[in-house]
């Protein structure tokens, strides 16, 4: 796993990085102007439920 995520009430893009059952974490440099602050998820393997894991974020957005 890989992304960018966009923390509400922080300038810092933070990056997620994980390999089997390790993931770590940190703050980034500040979002530039031009960029979207979306966050970004990017899941790789093979055979990956992807409507467990669609069903699972959505299950936590507010």
Do not use: N, Y
């Not at 390790?22 to 409507?51: H, N």
């Amino acid at each position: 796993m890989k992304g960018i995520i966009s923390m509400i009430d922080d300038e810092a893009r933070f990056v997620v990085q994980g390999v089997h059952m390790l993931i770590e974490g940190a703050r980034q440099r500040p979002w530039k102007p031009s960029e979207r602050r979306d966050s970004r998820l990017v899941f790789m393997g093979r055979d990956l439920p992807g409507d467990i894991l669609r069903q699972g974020f959505e299950a936590c957005s507010t």
